[in-house]
C-alpha cells in the first residue's frame, strides 16, 4: 500500500472510492474540479491517495489558506481537513491512520499547529461530521486525540403549504415603527455591500457579493435577497439559491425585535412563488436561529460534529 499525491488521472478511482467510504457525501467531477481543483487553496501535495495494486482505497485533502480571506486573512497557524475516506472492505488495515498521520505531517511541515475537519471556508463540503452515518469513523477520530469543538445541524422545509399570514401582523407592526421587510433594489447595492462588510462573517459577505455579481450578469435575480430597512437604513438581509436558504443575519442593536422572522418570512415566501418546493440550510450552530426555522417547518435533517486537534 502506497500513500502518494493525488494525479489528475486518479479522479475517477478517487471520486468512486469518496461515493464508497463517504456515501451521504459523494460528488460528482464538476463539483470536484470546481470545489477541489480549483480552489486556489489547493496544493496537490495536500490531496492524499492511498493506492495498492492500482487500485485507490482511501483519500484525505489537507489545506492551507495561501489567498486570505476576506476579514480573516491567511489564518497562517490552521490547517483543515475537508474529506477523509477509506472504502469499507479496505477498513480496519491501517489505512485510515497511515493516511491521517501523513496528511497531518504535511500540515505540520506548513507550520501549521492547529487542524479543523470539514469545517473549512469557502469549499468545504459539509460543517462536520455527521454523527448518525458516520458514526465508527468519529469514533475512529475521538480515539486518536481529535475534540468536538461544536455540534452544528442542517435543516430542511416544505414549502409547499407555507403560510405567511401568521407573520403579517409582525411586519405590519415593524412597518408602524418605520422597518420594512423586502425585496433589494439594484441601486442599493453599495448600502448592501457596506452592510455586509461591516456586520457579516467574512464569507457570508463573499457570499452575498458573488449573488450580488450574479445578478448584475443577469444569472441571478435581485429578488433572491430580501432587506430590512428602518427609516432608509438597511439593518438586516437574507438570500437564497436555488433551495438554499441563508445566510440572514440583522444588526447588533436590532435584534429581539422580530425582524429576522419577518426577513425569513419574505425570503421563504418569494421561494415559494419562484416555484421551490423545499427549502435547506447547510448549517447553524445558533439554537436561537433554529428555533426561528422551525417556526417555518423547518427541522433537523444531519447533525454534526466538528473536530480539532492541536499539532503543538
Known amino acids: ?25 459523494s460528488v460528482d467531477p464538476t463539483v ?65 491512520s497511515a493516511l491521517l498521520e501523513a496528511a497531518l505531517s504535511w500540515l505540520a511541515a506548513q507550520e501549521r499547529s492547529v487542524v479543523d475537519l470539514a469545517s473549512y471556508i469557502p469549499n468545504y463540503f459539509v460543517p462536520g461530521i455527521d454523527e448518525q452515518h458516520y458514526a465508527t469513523g468519529l469514533a475512529f477520530l475521538l480515539r486518536r486525540g481529535w475534540q468536538v469543538t461544536s455540534r452544528p445541524l442542517s435543516m430542511d422545509a416544505n414549502l409547499v403549504l407555507l403560510d405567511p399570514a401568521p407573520f403579517q401582523a409582525r411586519a405590519a407592526r415593524l412597518a408602524g415603527e418605520g ?43 435581485y429578488r433572491q435577497i430580501s432587506v430590512a430597512l428602518a427609516h432608509g437604513e438597511l439593518i438586516g438581509y437574507c438570500q437564497f439559491a436555488g433551495e438554499h436558504f441563508g445566510p440572514f443575519g440583522v444588526a447588533d442593536g436590532w435584534q429581539g425585535r422580530g425582524i429576522g422572522t419577518v426577513l425569513l418570512a419574505h425570503c421563504l415566501e418569494t421561494m415559494r412563488r419562484a416555484g421551490h418546493h423545499h427549502a435547506w440550510v447547510l448549517w447553524t450552530s445558533d439554537q436561537t436561529a433554529a428555533r426561528v426555522y422551525s417556526k417555518f417547518g423547518f427541522r433537523e435533517t444531519r447533525r454534526f460534529a466538528v473536530l480539532r486537534r492541536r499539532l503543538s
Open 1 to 25: 500500500m502506497t500513500i502518494r499525491p493525488f494525479r489528475g488521472d486518479d479522479e475517477p478511482a478517487l471520486l468512486a472510492a469518496w461515493a464508497d467510504a463517504l456515501p451521504y457525501d
Open 32 to 96: 470536484f474540479r470546481r470545489q477541489v481543483l480549483c480552489d486556489p487553496n489547493f496544493q496537490r501535495e495536500g490531496l492524499l491517495v492511498a493506492e495498492q495494486q492500482g487500485q485507490v482505497l482511501g483519500f484525505v485533502l489537507a489545506l492551507v489558506r495561501r489567498v486570505p480571506l476576506e476579514q480573516t486573512g491567511l489564518q497562517p497557524q490552521q490547517g483543515w481537513i475537508t474529506a477523509f475516506g477509506v472504502v469499507p472492505e479496505a477498513r480496519g488495515n491501517g489505512i485510515g
Open 179 to 221: 422597518i420594512v421587510v423586502r425585496h433589494l433594489r439594484p441601486t442599493e447595492t453599495p448600502e448592501l455591500l457596506g452592510f455586509l462588510e461591516a456586520v457579516m462573517p467574512g464569507d457570508w459577505w463573499r457570499g452575498g457579493r458573488e449573488l450580488l455579481a450574479a445578478a448584475a450578469r443577469g444569472g441571478a435575480s
